[in-house]
């Protein structure tokens, strides 16, 4: 056993080497931090309130991972309320013949049989296992007994699944889990601990020098959307909103394009994204929604007041205005 964690560490160090070189496009920010940690300890959580970029990063992150690695390097699932140990792990499926049931291994298996695959051919070779929405599902009851496995010092140590006594598995230290995690659905505090012990955490939170570094518009009507994005969250901390749930930079982010585009998008997200957004945290009260979305939000129906473009340089001005 022992001699086995060994030689899978040593193949870990070879895929690290491997992946220790320039990107062909370089990863920046929290996608830039989730690749250090994830070559350091395979398992990466990015975490934060809606619109705070953290797809964008998982995705830059596979899109990176794919080039490197190449076809088949990449494992992706989506948890939400009924998925399942049976989806991730093992489950008992019809076959395909109709008369019967077999025992079909879940995308964590899949991935790791992959990454065994790739280890026999070239070690250098690793694969990804991207987790979209990991806390919507009941993690415990997915993760099962491989929750002890995925920590980054067991990998390469036998274990058996409880739907397959007789065989024994492993996982190889070329597998790499990325999750990523909206706060507002969940907090991290909430998660499993004995899950929470196993992944690195990278923060992603809101962000108003993201405007300027996307290339997307910083500043319309005069006023920066940089300030309103500071305001907001500003006057959502006043009303008792805690950090997990704050309103992220991508919801306020358009490109740049013809005015009359720029603010009908504007336009768009504010009412139909911060504003649904805003009233669920504030539990549809009217006069508090008004009070974090002022000139926005109808103090007595909670409604959008901004019914054309040309009232977003009045609505703006008075978002950015700080309590």
């Known amino acids: 056993m022992a001699r086995r964690v060994r030689l899978s560490a040593e193949v870990g160090n070879l895929v690290l080497d491997a992946m220790a070189g320039p990107s062909p496009e370089a990863l920046a920010g929290p996608a830039a931090e989730a690749m250090r940690?994830?070559?350091?300890r395979r398992n990466v959580?990015?975490?934060?309130?809606?619109?705070?970029?953290?797809?964008?990063?998982?995705?830059?992150?596979?899109?990176?991972?794919?080039?490197?690695?190449?076809?088949?390097?990449v494992f992706v699932a989506t948890f939400h309320p009924s998925y399942s140990y049976e989806d991730f792990i093992q489950g008992w499926r019809p076959s395909a013949d109709g008369?019967?049931?077999q025992l079909i291994d879940g995308v964590l298996l899949e991935a790791a049989t992959q990454a065994e695959r790739f280890a026999q051919v070239n070690p250098r070779r690793s694969v990804l296992l991207l987790i979209d929405e990991?806390?919507?599902?009941?993690?415990?009851?997915?993760?099962?007994?491989?929750?002890?496995?995925?920590?980054?010092?067991?990998?390469?140590?036998?274990?058996?699944?409880?739907?397959?006594?007789?065989?024994?598995?492993?996982?190889?230290?070329?597998?790499?889990?990325?999750?990523?995690?909206?706060?507002?659905?969940?907090s991290v505090s909430l998660l499993d601990v004995a899950l929470r012990r196993r992944f690195s955490f990278v923060n992603c939170p809101p962000d108003p020098g993201a405007f300027a570094q996307h290339g997307w518009v910083s500043t319309r009507h005069g006023i920066d959307l940089a300030d309103v994005l500071g305001?907001?969250?500003?006057?959502?901390?006043?009303?008792?909103?805690?950090?997990?749930?704050?309103?992220?930079?991508?919801?306020?982010?358009?490109?740049?394009?013809?005015?009359?585009?720029?603010?009908?998008?504007?336009?768009?997200?504010?009412?139909?994204e911060i504003l649904p957004l805003v009233e669920d945290y504030l539990f549809g009260d009217a006069a508090?929604?008004?009070?974090?979305?002022?000139?926005?939000?109808d103090p007595k129906s909670g409604q959008s007041l901004l019914t054309t473009s040309e009232d977003l340089g009045a609505v703006l001005a008075a978002l950015a205005q700080q309590p």
């Not at 940690?37 to 350091?40: C, G, Q, Y």
């Not at 990015?46 to 076809?71: C, D, N, Q, S, V």
């Not at 508090?288 to 939000?297: F, G, I, K, N, R």
């Open 231 to 272: 305001a907001i969250n500003a006057r959502l901390a006043m009303h008792k909103i805690d950090i997990d749930r704050q309103v992220g930079h991508t919801l306020l982010a358009v490109p740049e394009e013809p005015a009359n585009l720029v603010d009908q998008r504007l336009s768009d997200r504010l009412r139909y």
């Open 45 to 73: 959580i990015l975490y934060g309130p809606p619109g705070t970029g953290k797809t964008f990063a998982a995705l830059r992150i596979r899109e990176h991972w794919e080039h490197r690695e190449g076809t088949g390097s």
């Open 288 to 297: 508090q929604v008004a009070e974090v979305l002022p000139s926005l939000a």
């Open 134 to 186: 990991i806390n919507r599902a009941d993690v415990a009851r997915v993760f099962g007994e491989v929750v002890t496995y995925i920590e980054h010092d067991k990998r390469g140590m036998l274990f058996t699944t409880a739907l397959e006594r007789g065989r024994q598995r492993s996982l190889p230290t070329g597998l790499f889990i990325l999750g990523t995690m909206n706060t507002a659905d969940k």
């Open 99 to 101: 008369k019967g049931f």
């Open 37 to 40: 940690l994830l070559l350091a």
